[in-house]
């Protein structure tokens, strides 16, 4: 469950992060040349935007179509920290000192990483 987060998702077919950045340009100025054309393709976008509900949607239907290894093996996944990359891909932590990384074909890899200071968390 999402509790607390920061700025609206870009929508979808926007170009990525470098077409997001010129979408945004282009919404916020109305004297853009695409200004009318995309406010008229994805209707008013307000880019601080946050709806924790929301992403807790998104969230639990790429849940539904990945499942993380923990699960897989009957333990309660407990992925926090979860960031997108520039590929695309997802990376995710795990109290147990693993880092993991979901890619866009849907393939999940987990890593571990320990320092002096972690402490094993679980069986």
């Not at 307000?46 to 923990?70: H, S, V």
């Not at 590929?87 to 320990?114: A, M, Q």
Request: net charge negative.
């Amino acid at each position: 469950m999402c509790l607390e987060g920061e700025r609206a998702c870009p929508p979808e077919d926007c170009g990525g992060p470098w077409g997001y950045a010129d979408y945004l340009a282009a919404i916020a100025d109305p004297n853009h040349e695409q200004h009318v054309a995309l406010l008229a393709w994805r209707g008013p976008f307000d880019p601080e935007a946050f709806d924790a509900k929301k992403a807790t949607k998104e969230m639990r239907k790429a849940c539904g179509r990945f499942r993380l290894p923990t699960l897989l093996k009957g333990k309660c996944s407990m992925a926090t920290f979860i960031t997108a990359a520039p590929d695309g891909t997802l990376w995710f932590t795990e109290p147990n000192g693993k880092v993991g990384r979901l890619t866009t074909d849907g393939y999940v890899r987990e890593y571990v990483f320990s320092n002096p200071y972690s402490e094993h968390v679980g069986n």
